[in-house]
């Protein structure tokens, strides 16, 4: 009886992984295509110069932790990583205490303090405790977030309907001017999270899992958020500001390019938005070129020296059609940029070296 029993379940089993493989009953979170094309393959251990990483998180907890970090970072070349703690108060200090033994290789920022926001008289506070983190250590502020409900990154208190643009947090880029200390910002997110989850949507694996719900009340669109960030930039022009994912701009890097034009303060990291420009490489390639001083390398995923591989072989290689759908999490094929070796070494390393001083 229970050889009767396996023999069933294993047939079970055969027949729904054969369903599972019919091409009429795919689904597009399981596809996984495998590239056919007889090209070469680029494998970059270290990368072209060294690297001073903008955009990552406080990953490690530990001072092992640390340490594994920072063995990870030696072996693909990365000098120097920029922490976003998004917080200040005593968990910015736990932070800043662990990362401090390591100052030669790691720099901390903070984030803003938005107790009581909503209620009159906010501001002098949040400065004061910005004044604190700073003799406390930190370099910068960020990564300061909105994705149409307001600003939720931060914690412990998150400024649901105050947006970048609000009056209230002109006092705050002023003193961040005044310390010089760079502001590291999150506006929107990729252009498809907030299209239809239809058939129409050319990144809808991906998006599907990251989508904006444009229902909720208070919720401002994709356009209305570049304007705060834009309205933020254009009104503290003595703060260093830097949009992260390329302002969420890899769909219509032209938009990016105008406001790199109109303002001398404003920069971009290319952190985690690898995948959204890799497939059309040419004309990122011309954008990387044209607005070299203006850009800077981050990551924003994790500290695997996989994921740092990855990031060399889109930025140096000339390879084609590669598939990184475990990274990324979207269908279609990437390919390197092929970027200059004098691009490179501003995007790597020389401009976030000269924000950072």
């Known amino acids: 009886m229970k050889t009767k029993i396996l023999l069933l379940l294993v047939t079970i089993i055969a027949n729904t992984a054969l369903y599972a493989q019919d091409a009429d009953n795919i689904l597009l979170k399981n596809y996984r295509p495998v590239s056919i094309y007889n090209v070469p393959l680029s494998?970059?251990?270290?990368?072209?110069?060294?690297?001073?990483?903008?955009?990552?998180?406080?990953?490690?907890?530990?001072?092992?932790?640390?340490?594994?970090?920072?063995?990870?970072?030696?072996?693909?070349?990365?000098e120097k990583s920029v922490v976003l703690t998004e917080t200040s108060g005593a968990e910015f200090d736990t932070i800043c205490k662990l990362y401090s033994k390591y100052s030669n290789r790691f720099e901390v920022w903070c984030g803003?303090?938005?107790?009581?926001?909503?209620?009159?008289g906010y501001?002098?506070?949040?400065?004061?405790?910005?004044?604190?983190?700073?003799?406390?250590?930190a370099k910068g502020v960020g990564e300061e977030g909105d994705k149409g409900l307001?600003?939720?990154?931060?914690?412990?208190?998150?400024?649901?309907?105050?947006?970048?643009?609000?009056?209230?947090?002109?006092?705050?880029?002023?003193?961040?001017?005044q310390l010089g200390m760079p502001v590291n910002i999150h506006v929107a997110d990729p252009i498809w999270m907030y299209e239809k989850m239809d058939s129409t949507n050319d990144g809808l694996m991906n998006a599907q899992t990251w989508r904006i719900d444009m229902t909720k009340p208070g919720t401002i669109g994709f356009?209305?958020?570049?304007?705060?960030?834009?309205?933020?930039?254009?009104?503290?022009p003595k703060t260093i500001f830097i949009a992260c994912h390329l302002a969420n701009l890899s769909h219509d890097?032209?938009?990016?390019?105008?406001?790199?034009?109109k303002y001398p303060n404003f920069y971009a990291d290319i952190s985690a938005r690898y995948a959204e420009s890799a497939p059309v490489?040419?004309?990122?390639?011309?954008?990387?070129?044209?607005?070299?001083d203006r850009l800077l390398y981050g990551t924003d995923m994790t500290f695997?020296?996989?994921?740092?591989?990855?990031?060399?072989?889109?930025?140096?290689?000339?390879?084609?059609?590669?598939?990184?759908?475990?990274?990324?999490?979207?269908?279609?094929?990437?390919?390197?940029?092929?970027?200059?070796?004098?691009?490179?070494?501003?995007?790597?390393?020389?401009?976030?070296?000269?924000?950072?001083?």
């Open 253 to 261: 890097l032209d938009r990016l390019g105008t406001m790199f034009d």
């Open 150 to 177: 307001g600003l939720f990154f931060n914690d412990p208190v998150k400024a649901w309907g105050m947006h970048f643009d609000d009056p209230r947090m002109k006092p705050l880029f002023a003193k961040c001017a």
């Open 223 to 236: 356009d209305a958020l570049i304007q705060t960030l834009e309205n933020a930039v254009k009104n503290n």
């Open 123 to 137: 501001g002098p506070a949040a400065v004061k405790e910005l004044e604190r983190c700073f003799k406390m250590g």
């Open 112 to 120: 803003f303090d938005y107790t009581g926001y909503d209620k009159p």
């Open 43 to 78: 494998h970059i251990e270290r990368a072209a110069y060294p690297i001073i990483d903008v955009h990552t998180h406080a990953y490690a907890t530990t001072d092992e932790g640390v340490k594994a970090w920072i063995k990870a970072m030696d072996a693909c070349g990365i």
């Open 281 to 292: 490489p040419r004309y990122t390639r011309a954008f990387y070129e044209k607005y070299q």
């Open 304 to 357: 695997d020296t996989a994921m740092y591989r990855t990031t060399f072989r889109i930025l140096e290689s000339e390879d084609e059609h590669f598939y990184e759908t475990g990274l990324f999490g979207y269908h279609w094929a990437l390919n390197g940029l092929g970027l200059p070796g004098t691009v490179l070494k501003k995007l790597y390393h020389d401009n976030a070296a000269r924000i950072l001083k």
